[in-house]
């Protein structure tokens, strides 16, 4: 009985918390999203204020498509960094704007496809055996890139990084555990908070890039047909053909980040509203930040994370974040003090964040008594986690590059739909 007290939501889907709540948790979404929505830009070349717009937009459009029940965060992707890498140095952001539409325009043709065919075949392909160890993959895939950003400044080993990680872990976790009230639905932006003070006093953080910017700053929007000397109407083919493909990526993580939410809320996302409409909001998102100037966007495991240690599911959290992402757009020393919280604090969460979706991995293996006591199971969860965990990546060229979320997905579903029920040697 206390085990489903436990498990009961904060705040369900539809439940709007009070107004100064709403802001509070609405700002944990916001910073736990942000580091990693504007490093795809940074990396790649893109404006970073368009970027934190177009994912907020991006956000509000997936919450209309879906009429706001499905509580998913819309961030910038990294399945695209190198094609679009690529392209920003040889061609410039037309071919790249061009190149996020199509990925959107394919999602929309999948949902279509979805659409009329439904989504009953979701059960065979994702049966437990499957959806345990994909989840706990996509939490676990990350542990490197937390670990590694909660040790290393510039690239070397800094024991302040690891003591600011730790702490901002440790205050995550008795935030968590020990504070009530509106304190206890906040856990993530107590550690962030904490962390980014000791940061300061530790000297991990410049403020130099907040002293310097304006406090309206209209971000850099580059659209689809712009060119150097005024609208370009060029079509660049090999924008289309080298990004298009990779929606193969970022579908896996689709389907899988959809698993996580639905583990978590209790709801059905693939029945209602259904896999077309999500898939329908990633591509809409998707093609409004191609035509501005914005990378292409996925759902975030952060955001889910979030949602997993707070038990707020509410859409108008969600929707709150959207709305002050694309507000701290324009507002340029709130966007700069933001972008100065340092990888030792998003790390230390991330231990956290990336954790507590591994869990729900754990958590969907037990609940449906999965058994590794049989082979098949075992032959099937093995290699997942290991390909998953480890990136066992597939480089296509310099362009084309399937994680290994991406393929640890995959062979689950192929595993499944091919091996036998019992193995021959069991028989």
Same mark, same amino acid.
């Given at each position: 009985m206390e085990e489903k007290q436990q498990r009961q939501p904060i705040y369900d889907l539809h439940e709007r918390p009070p107004f100064f709540q709403l802001i509070g948790l609405s700002l944990q979404h916001l910073f736990s999203m942000f580091g990693a929505t504007i490093l795809v830009p940074l990396l790649v070349g893109l404006n970073p204020g368009v970027a934190l717009f177009s994912s907020g937009v991006g956000t509000l459009i997936h919450l209309l498509t879906t009429k706001g029940k499905v509580p998913a965060y819309m961030g910038s992707s990294f399945a695209f960094i190198i094609p679009m890498a690529s392209m920003m140095k040889t061609i410039g952001y037309p071919a790249v704007g061009q190149g996020v539409v199509s990925v959107g325009i394919v999602y929309l043709i999948i949902s279509l496809i979805v659409w009329r065919i439904g989504s009953a075949w979701i059960d065979k392909i994702f049966p437990p055996e499957v959806v345990g160890p994909v989840i706990l993959v996509i939490g676990l895939s990350l542990a490197a890139t937390a670990a590694q950003s909660a040790t290393e400044l510039n690239g070397h080993y800094d024991i302040k990084v690891f003591l600011v990680a730790g702490a901002t872990l440790l205050v995550t976790i008795f935030a968590n555990m020990y =504070?009530?009230?509106? =304190?206890?639905?906040? &856990?993530? =932006?107590?550690?962030?908070?904490? +962390?980014y003070l000791l940061a300061l006093a530790l000297g991990l953080v410049d403020l130099s890039s907040v002293a310097s910017a304006h406090w309206f700053a209209l971000p850099k929007f580059d659209f689809l047909f712009s060119g150097h000397n005024g609208l370009s109407w060029h079509f660049y083919p090999m924008a289309v053909l080298t990004m298009a &493909?990779? #929606?193969?990526?970022t579908l896996s993580e689709h389907l899988g980040h959809l698993l996580v939410l639905s583990k978590i809320t209790g709801q059905d996302f693939f029945e209602n509203p259904g896999l077309h409409k999500t898939l329908a909001g990633d591509g809409a998102a998707s093609v409004f930040a191609g035509l501005v100037g914005g990378p292409a966007v996925t759902s975030y495991g952060e955001n889910i994370?979030?949602?997993?240690?707070?038990?707020?599911?509410?859409?108008? #959290?969600?929707?709150?974040?959207? *709305?002050?992402?694309?507000?701290?757009?324009?507002?340029?020393? =709130?966007?700069?003090?933001?972008?100065? *919280? &340092?990888?030792?604090?998003?790390? +230390?969460v991330g231990f956290m964040l990336y954790g507590v979706i591994a869990a729900a991995g754990l958590q969907v293996i037990v609940d449906n008594k999965v058994d590794y006591g049989q082979k098949r199971n075992l032959m099937i969860a093995g290699p997942v986690m290991v390909v998953g965990i480890g990136n066992f990546h597939l480089a296509l060229g310099s362009q084309v590059d399937f994680s290994g979320v991406a393929l640890a997905t995959v062979l689950g579903i192929i595993l499944n739909l091919i091996l036998p029920k019992v193995a021959k040697s069991d028989r």
């Open positions: =504070l009530g009230g509106f =304190l206890g639905l906040i &856990p993530v =932006l107590i550690g962030i908070i904490f +962390g &493909p990779l #929606v193969l990526v994370g979030v949602m997993q240690l707070s038990r707020v599911y509410s859409v108008w #959290v969600i929707g709150g974040a959207a *709305v002050l992402a694309a507000g701290f757009a324009f507002i340029g020393k =709130l966007s700069a003090l933001i972008g100065t *919280v &340092p990888g030792a604090v998003t790390g +230390g």
